[in-house]
């Protein structure tokens, strides 16, 4: 069996993912989504943009004649050509297990290896902007494979991440035993009659082609994993003490869990009454609620305020605010709109005279993104403090106070689920905060509008879930304590 890279990386994001890549009904896979195919071209512009900075040497093989791709590649390593991309190096592992490693690039450095008076060196052109673990264990892994071949043993590898500081070297003093040790467990892991047990996480999960299988079995077992709050550390602790059903949880004693590892005394008591709220199917107050004069109210003008943004060019394109006149009875949405980037200082100044119309009204958002991104503006336009702080106090994070204060029977406290639990539908039933990152992207290279206005009726749903999220905890608040909030 061939062991790659691609499956070591896998196997450290999720060991089921591994197994099922190898042993599963490849037919019960999702067909890969738009986000997928974002990343992937994401990818390959940077391969692209890499590759323009030197003169490479690729061998020529049809892809899954490996033996014939490590010819080509020996012979490449042979003459002593400056940088090799996708180059082909196999190794015999355990018996049945054969190592193939195709990295990035191979970079030639001087040095004494069985080809002369050079060797080379392996490169991972990787899309992530930090130099993750698992990065450095893929490059670990090319470069003992490597150094089979070359019968020397480079002491670095390098990882060429999507920074200004591109080039990471990676110590494989360090990592060369810690890659050893996943390999055998990866080893292990495939030769179990069964997949390891499913363990749904959103940002592991949600770009794997099993999704709905695993999804569809932790639905069915009433998985511990979909619990906020739940992280594989704290599954592996409830699962020592046979913990593992919404009952057990929601029965336990916070004594019980709040000195073990990833608890403590405040989230022990808040996961077990997570667990009662999911059983019972109802929201339930925490242990320790927000004190009431903190808790939100209901003002005569409120504004709901949503950003729309795109990382990659560090560009907050659209910044959408939804007026809602109490006495008035009416709503107004405002959607500031750059259809260019250079278009984002005017934006942020339309979003300033907007809010400064209301000057007493409270600024409703979900999650801190778009208080953390009012003074990251403020301060690239060089906006007065005097313009920008009496703004920011009228700031009100939704999420915030919900999160402190009560427990959803939902699988996740993001706007998505909370607002959908209260019964609001987006129009746009497939769109996401990053499906729009790529409508942007299209919208950029395509010129077509309707992208935008995709876009726009998004930003103003999330304006508009917020406000329906508000409200809701408002009355709550006013039902659980009594409250005349005025
Ligand atoms: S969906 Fe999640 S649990 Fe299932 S294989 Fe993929 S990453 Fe693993």
Known sequence: ML???ELLLQYQRCKRRTFLDIHGDKSQRDAPNELLQKLQQDKIAHHLSTLAKVTYHQPDYSYGNWEAAEAATLELMQRGVEYIYKGVLLANYFEGYTLLSRPDLLVKRPGKSCFGDWMYVPASIELGKRPKQEYQVVAAFHAQVLAAIQDFAP????LILRTKDRNYPVDLLKWTPRMQQILEEFIQVLELPNP?????SRQKCNLCHW???CYAIAQSEKHLSLLPGV???RYTQLQDLAITTLESLANTSPSTLENLLGFDSEVAPKLIVQAQSALERRPLILPYPLPTEDIT????IELYFDIEAQPDLDLNYLLG????DRLANTEQFYSFLADKPEDEELVWQQFLDLVWQYPEAPIYHFCVYEFDTVKRLARLYNT????????LSRFVDVYEQLTQSVALPVESYALKAIARWLGFEWHEKEASGAKCIYWYDQWLETGDRSLLEIIQSYNEDDCRATLTVKNWLVKFFQDEYGLRLA
């Open 3 to 5: 062991i790659n890279a």
């Open 155 to 158: 002491e670095t590898a390098w």
């Open 196 to 200: 390891p047990e499913v363990f749904i």
């Open 211 to 213: 999704y709905s299988q």
């Open 231 to 233: 992280t594989p550390l």
């Open 297 to 300: 109210f209901t003002a005569p």
């Open 321 to 324: 605010v939804l007026v809602v």
């Open 384 to 391: 007065p403090s005097s313009l920008v702080r009496p703004v």
